[in-house]
T-cell receptor
Framework: AQSVTQPDIHITVSEGASLELRCNYSYGATPYLFWYVQSPGQGLQLLLKYFSGDTLVQGIKGFEAEFKRSQSSFNLRKPSVHWSDAAEYFCAVDQTGNQFYFGTGTSLTVIP | NAGVTQTPKFQVLKTGQSMTLQCAQDMNHNSMYWYRQDPGMGLRLIYYSASEGTTDKGEVPNGYNVSRLNKREFSLRLESAAPSQTSVYFC???????????FGSGTRLTVV
């Protein structure tokens, strides 16, 4: 079955520290890959997306993600986390062009 | 502002009552989607409409019906609400091609 796995339910980092959120998918071919962020009580906002080409993609708010085909992974990174980055992060894949499949999310807490 | 508008933002229903969640987008997007979000389960697709005049079931369609009223509007109906339908509901839209979704801000529904 197709699936998207975010193995970390919750992560806590100190402000200014680096961040990596993991995402793995299981599909037959390379899907289209996305990361979304959800602030409390809000909808989801697109951070970045990967379709093809350069495997390192840049997004908004200083985030980047790297696609690794051999590992079926699309991990999200940020060199220096800000308190405003505290939110829930969702990885999503789209193989059919018709609908997304979302991971269960990673909740990020940022401590001063 | 352009985007996806959902109404209402909050609703409390009694078991067995019916209601319709409204969604409208003004971006001329072809595809529209209804998701529900539950703790620890990420977002699960209820129904989607790939284009005006078509609707298809997603992962969790039972207990719901949808109507794609026109290109702008896509409504979700609960005919006989159950406590298991307590959730946050998100509407999303996407233009043709492989682009990310634009999400509404959500409807928080409680069924008592």
């Amino acid at each position: 079955a197709q699936s998207v796995t975010q193995p970390d339910i919750h992560i806590t980092v100190s402000e200014g520290a680096s961040l990596e959120l993991r995402c793995n998918y299981s599909y037959g071919a390379t899907p289209y890959l996305f990361w979304y962020v959800q602030s409390p009580g809000q909808g989801l906002q697109l951070l970045l997306k990967y379709f093809s080409g350069d495997t390192l993609v840049q997004g908004i708010k200083g985030f980047e993600a790297e696609f690794k085909r051999s590992q079926s992974s699309f991990n999200l990174r940020k060199p220096s986390v800000h308190w405003s980055d505290a939110a829930e992060y969702f990885c999503a894949v789209d193989q059919t062009g018709n609908q997304f499949y979302f991971g269960t999310g990673t909740s990020l807490t940022v401590i001063p | 502002n352009a985007g996806v508008t959902q109404t209402p933002k909050f609703q409390v229903l009694k078991t067995g009552q019916s209601m319709t969640l409204q969604c409208a987008q003004d971006m001329n997007h072809n595809s529209m989607y209804w998701y529900r979000q539950d703790p620890g389960m990420g977002l699960r697709l209820i129904y989607y409409s790939a284009s005006e005049g078509t609707t298809d079931k997603g992962e969790v369609p039972n207990g719901y019906n949808v109507s794609r009223l026109n290109k702008r509007e896509f409504s979700l109906r609960l005919e006989s609400a159950a406590p298991s339908q307590t959730s946050v509901y998100f509407c999303a839209s996407r233009r043709a091609g492989n682009y990310g979704y634009t999400f509404g801000s959500g409807t928080r529904l409680t069924v008592v």
